[in-house]
DNA sequence: GCTTTTATTCAGCGTTCGATGATTTAAAGG
DNA sequence: CCTTTAAATCATCGAACGCTGAATAAAAGC
């Protein structure tokens, strides 16, 4: 047991009132608005809308409640603002590089190849874009799996780019009917929300052999595995 | 504008206090404390366990609250047993499944006939189990995305199913690592936990084109993807 | 330099939450 | 028949919730 009191009243930050005085380097504290999002983006990823209150959204960023609403307004507000932060970028890189991809090869695009420039922007993003990337990645799955929250923006963000990956498989499939490639991304998208998420549970059902955070090795067995089913599933070309 | 006025007290049960007194058809009213399991596994399918209160799972049951705390304590409680009710029934029925099919086609199992008998159950109880097996199918896809909940039941009944599925596969594929084969079941996991739990979002991705009702579709789909896809993960035979 | 706007904390309101003890009624057990 | 146990409601408690109006301090604008 360790004797630190962690209940004592640490004088870290004085809490003084008012509009706080302008600091010259910017690059340390950041963005009040933007350390909220933070704090909202790493709790609602673990535990969902409700299971996060803003009390705790404030004190993870370190301001009062009430500027909490200031910037926000109601909890859902808040919600809506990580959920969107992210989605642009994400979604615009997804496209960029699937389109830069079939510029690139004309004429001899793989499945292989479309599905790794599509899926490598989100893995990279988790992997390298520091932990709000993380945590905004276990969002999204979970969000895909449960779609009474950002089902809007769902449809806004994400939805264009799934129908932008379709049209280039249709290039690489000609034989594929519409319905057939639906289905199949459905079966992907589940096998990507479930990694994004990291939950831990391949870990303990493979007894350690496998790690939910090695999502490298996630990203290349779902490429070999997607892109065979994708074709499994279309009619055989002639 | 209708004229009804919901607020007023409809005198539907006079709530008397007190032990009631025995029915005689108890195929009618059912167990109260099934009655309360039902009405839980219902919300919790669709709001997570900190989007649904105590008073909502009475109010849904006919009941008082302080019955809820009665039967299963602490909410924690109502909430593992939902989500431990059926377990057993789902994962038994699955392995005893699989091992029918080994047992029958000694020698000559596809993966394609293994993954259908796996799958299948599930399928079939949220299609027709009734209302019940629908719900406890979301919240067993939602609850495997985000196992803050049920990790200590996922462990117990679904992990050992998994397991004896590998096993099996093992026959199929005897060149298979285990490492191969545990991330290709990762992958079809994702994909069936999105696919039970119905969220609609493929319908309106693919404009109506796709129904995530359509659960017999879902399943023959997700078979011919799998299998593909697990053969693709894997060292192709000498 | 004065006024307005922006950013922040404080104090607290009304509501809802999970949970409990007391009470009531009927069944079960001997 | 009497006692004990089981099954239910009622009334309510203290804590936590989302949210807001007022106060305050600095920045920005003119």
Redesign the pocket.
Known sequence: MSKLDVTAPVPVAP????????VKAQGVGGD??ESILDAAEDLFSKHGFYG?????VAREA??????V???F????GLFDAVFLRRAEVWNNERVEAINRYALANVGTMTLEGLLRAFLEPPFQWSLKGGPGWKHYSALVAQTNANPTFGGETMARYYDPAIRRLIELIKLILPQARDVDLYWAWHNLSGALTLTLGETGRLDRLSSGLCRSGDLETACDYMVRFASAGFRAVCPPSP
């Open positions: 809490a003084r009132r008012g509009r706080p005085p302008k009040t608005r996060v209150t803003i009390r705790e370190g301001v009062d409640t009430a500027l609403h200031y910037y307004g109601a909890k859902r």
